[in-house]
Every structure is written in structure tokens, then in C-alpha cells.
């Protein structure tokens, strides 16, 4: 079976530092485009970043640009995990962050900066970040 499952999420002050990590079981992340989407109560889920299936071109939503950063572990003897470090955050109320990946056999998302839920067929339960003093 494959899983994606989150962890390091909290609550965090403004303009704190959190990362965040996915571990991967039944695949490797390093084979698969992954991608972080959050939803928070009331809103639609949007992307937050997204790395390719080939290479390690990572596209990023503007409100992540220059705070955030998606990474994955693509050694040979390596944990299969991913994760997102974000820092410099504002204020906000919680949002659940998950992590996602595309295992079917059309064309890999994550070819710019548009990420659709749908585009992803394997999510995590996601872990909450609130921001908040």
C-alpha cells in the first residue's frame, strides 16, 4: 500500500520558522512529482509548491516565494521523505497542510506554477499550522 503521512505541524509566532516533513511508504518520493497543498477552514485548498518528477524544478505560489522551501531526500539510502520549510510567517488563522503525489500513468503534474488538486491522486491527512501570538 502507499501513504503519505505528515508531521510537524503547530502553532507558531509571526515571523517564526516551522518545517514541515512527509514521509512516503510504498513508493519513492524521488520518482513521483510531489507537491504541498493547504486548506484553511472555509477556503479552497491551494497550492503551495510543487518538484517535478524528473528533476528538482520546484515551482512555488507567490505567497510562498522566497519564505518557503520544498525538498525531498533523493539519496540512494534515504529516509523517502519530503519537506517544507517555511519561515517569515504571517499571521493566520490554521490551514492544514498536505502533501501530495501523482502516481497514475498520464503526464507528471508540476509543470509551472498552476496546481490543481486534482492534477494529484495520493494525499496525506495533513497536519495543521496556525500562526498566531
Known amino acids: 500500500q502507499v501513504h503519505l503521512v505528515e508531521s510537524g505541524g503547530g502553532l507558531v509566532q509571526p515571523g517564526g520558522s516551522l518545517r514541515l516533513t512527509c514521509a512516503a511508504s510504498?513508493?519513492?518520493?524521488?520518482?513521483?512529482?510531489v507537491a504541498w497543498f493547504r486548506q484553511a477552514p472555509g477556503k479552497e485548498r491551494e497550492g503551495v509548491s510543487c518538484?517535478?518528477?524528473?528533476?528538482?524544478?520546484?515551482?512555488?505560489?507567490n505567497f510562498a516565494k522566497g519564505r518557503f522551501t520544498m525538498s525531498r531526500d533523493n539519496a540512494k539510502n534515504a529516509r523517502n521523505t519530503m519537506s517544507l520549510q517555511m519561515s517569515s510567517l504571517s499571521p493566520e488563522g490554521p490551514a492544514v497542510y498536505s502533501c501530495?503525489?501523482?502516481?497514475?500513468?498520464?503526464?507528471?503534474?508540476?509543470?509551472?506554477?498552476?496546481?490543481?488538486?486534482?492534477?494529484?491522486?495520493?494525499w496525506g491527512v495533513g497536519t495543521q499550522v496556525t500562526v498566531s501570538s
Open positions: 501530495v503525489t501523482y502516481l497514475g500513468a498520464g503526464r507528471p503534474p508540476c509543470n509551472s506554477a498552476l496546481m490543481r488538486p486534482s492534477d494529484y491522486d495520493l
Open positions: 510504498g513508493f519513492r518520493v524521488n520518482y513521483y512529482a
Open positions: 518538484m517535478g518528477s524528473s528533476d528538482d524544478t520546484t515551482y512555488y505560489a
